[in-house]
């Protein structure tokens, strides 16, 4: 009975700690001192105080671009009136990150000027990924020190799937597999080479159909007419594994109707968005269009995937959340 009250005693104390420095506290810590930072989402004030109290040189935002945030311009606002570079990356809190999102991460951890600030929404999940990352690329301390960047005192909750330990996790189940022991080394060439993250390393939105947006909530969806010929979609693809257009890539109907997708459209928000090397800005038609024949279609909702072949068939198949509704 003692134990079992000790237990719960322990476990209310974890939580209310979990809570404090996760939602009340200022969430700011010194990953590498005077050098790299971790923090929550500040405000613009409160910013501008740690601008200039550490001299932040770059600022790693990991919540992504929020056009339609007041934070996220307030924020871009403080950093220019700061002369402070700031970068934005966006990452899910408990899920794994996307191929070019990780690889972009650790290249500012490595070469963006210091002294650096990098925040997530909590300064728990987001920031703790980056936390532990750095003390390996930067540092070259073993995974035991880094993982620390995981622990309660930031907020984090490991069992509900933090991105953090699911990506250490990862790793290290690919270093078991290959039988192979930690090095920084290791670490940097399973990021930019083994890493495989949940659509295959493959960027892709689908923008339309015959030029009309899907609307967003639970999924991507849009209702057309039932008509006589094509239907026209159209979106963009880039394969960030690669760093080219993708070699070959389909539109999927249910699970029969496939369209191959012809490249050629250039687009340039979404060259901005995926950050790409100056060298092929303006140069990769990343807009693709598929023409598909209405007739084929019966009255009914269709959901949609897409497919593509990066070196040989038949490729890799990716659900999505889009679905096209006929009536």
């Known amino acids: 009975m003692k134990n079992k009250k000790l237990l719960i005693l322990v476990t209310v104390a974890l939580l209310f700690c979990g809570i404090y420095y996760g939602f009340m506290s200022d969430r700011l810590y010194a990953v590498v001192e005077d050098r790299i930072y971790r923090s929550a989402q500040l405000s613009a ?17 990991l919540r992504g671009v929020h056009n339609k945030e007041k934070w996220y311009h307030l924020e871009k606002e403080t950093a220019l009136k700061n002369k402070a570079a700031l ?37 728990a999940d987001r920031a703790g990924l980056a936390g532990a990352l750095t003390l390996i690329v930067v540092k070259d301390l073993p995974l035991s020190q880094a993982k620390k960047q995981f622990s309660w005192r930031y907020g984090v909750v490991p069992f509900l799937g933090s991105i953090g330990p699911r990506l250490f996790s990862k790793y290290e189940a690919w270093l078991a597999d290959s039988r192979q022991n930690h090095t920084r080394e290791r670490l940097l060439l399973w990021i930019k080479h083994a890493y495989v993250d949940r659509q295959q390393n493959m960027e892709f939105w689908i923008d339309s159909v015959n030029d009309r ?36 890539f389909f539109v999927i109907l249910g699970e029969r109707i496939t369209a191959r997708v012809d490249f050629k459209f250039n687009k340039p928000d979404v060259e901005e968005y995926l950050v790409l090397d100056v060298k092929d800005q303006g140069k990769l038609s990343l807009g693709w269009e598929a023409s598909i024949n209405s007739d084929a279609l019966s009255e009914k909702c269709y959901p949609m995937a897409v497919r593509f072949v990066r070196e040989k068939p038949p490729g890799h198949t990716l659900p999505t959340k889009y679905r096209l509704c006929v009536k």
């Open 45 to 61: 004030a409160g910013l501008e105080k740690v601008i200039n109290k550490h001299g932040i040189k770059t600022i790693i935002n």
């Open 87 to 123: 970068y934005s990356i966006s990452m899910p809190d408990h899920d794994l990150p996307r191929y070019s999102a990780l690889n972009r991460l650790t290249d500012l951890l490595l070469t963006a000027e210091r002294p650096l600030l990098v925040h997530c929404r909590r300064g």
């Open 213 to 248: 947006p899907f609307s967003y909530g639970k999924f991507y969806e849009l209702t057309v007419e039932k008509m006589l010929g094509p239907l026209s979609i159209k979106g963009w693809a880039y394969d960030a594994q690669k760093k080219a257009i993708p070699h070959e």
